[in-house]
């Protein structure tokens, strides 16, 4: 089992940037497909960026080309930079980690962490 805390969250000007980090323990993340999702309040948590455990990492199109997901194995560390911030991209931002087993899915999610862009 892995317990995930994210960090990084503030307040931001339009156009500015943040970098937030999703700290694992418990268990190794090599082994899990890790995820940024973020949600806003009435609406439903929506997938910002993945990278499954062995393969490239996805945007959504909304980020690409602004957000960045990196993760860091030898530190159990997943980061998202995320540049040229909109007042849309306001939310309390979640990391995900999923271990897949046969016939079963194993998801665990941090606390969440909240990004406000305004002026």
């Known amino acids: 089992q892995v317990q995930l805390v994210e960090s990084g969250g503030g307040l931001v000007q339009p156009g500015g940037s943040l970098l937030l980090t999703c700290a694992a323990s418990?268990?190794?993340?090599?082994?899990?497909?890790m995820n940024w999702y973020r949600q806003t309040p009435g609406k439903q948590r929506e997938s910002v960026a993945g990278?499954?455990?062995?393969?490239?990492?996805n945007y959504a199109d909304s980020v690409k080309g602004r957000f960045t997901m990196s993760r860091d194995n030898a530190k159990n560390t997943v980061y998202l930079q995320m540049n040229s911030l909109k007042p849309e991209d306001t939310a309390v931002y979640y990391c995900?980690?999923?271990?897949?087993?046969?016939?079963?899915?194993?998801?665990?999610w941090g606390q969440g962490t909240q990004v406000t862009v305004s002026s």
């Open positions: 995900n980690a999923v271990r897949l087993r046969p016939g079963a899915r194993y998801d665990y």
């Open positions: 418990g268990s190794i993340i090599s082994s899990y497909a």
């Open positions: 990278s499954p455990s062995g393969g490239n990492t």
